[in-house]
């Protein structure tokens, strides 16, 4: 199987992030690709954490559960903060949350031209 070649996929774009006045920085984030589907809280956190480069983008699964994992099951700022963005993109519905299943997924409806988000 072919590894995946980000700086080829259409639905990576490039943005500009201001982590307050004196950290500006260029990620390249995947829209909708890493949460389409419905995704438990602790896996969330790690793309959320991978797409912003808190954690390597080529980090692998391994590392999320050797290394990861440890991290974003302890009450910790990293922990808070993760959490804190998740449930920012469900503020202003890019992400739904189903609080039983304490799972994330995009909202195929978001459209932020519109606001109109479903």
């Known amino acids: 199987m072919a590894e995946f070649d980000h700086t080829k996929d259409p639905e990576f774009v490039d943005v500009d992030v201001r982590l307050g006045e004196d950290y500006p920085c260029r990620v390249r984030v995947p829209l909708g690709r890493a949460l389409r589907e419905w995704t438990d809280w602790d896996v969330a956190m790690f793309e959320v954490g991978r797409l912003l480069g808190v954690f390597g983008y080529d980090d692998t699964w391994d590392a999320?559960?050797?290394?990861?994992?440890?991290?974003?099951?302890?009450?910790?700022?990293?922990?808070?903060?993760?959490?804190?963005?998740?449930?920012?993109?469900?503020?202003?519905?890019?992400?739904?949350?189903?609080?039983?299943?304490?799972?994330f997924r995009c909202n195929s409806l978001f459209d932020w031209r519109t606001n109109d988000n479903g």
């Open 64 to 103: 999320f559960r050797t290394r990861v994992k440890g991290l974003i099951w302890s009450d910790n700022p990293m922990h808070n903060h993760l959490r804190a963005i998740l449930f920012h993109l469900v503020g202003i519905g890019y992400l739904e949350y189903d609080k039983a299943e304490s799972r």
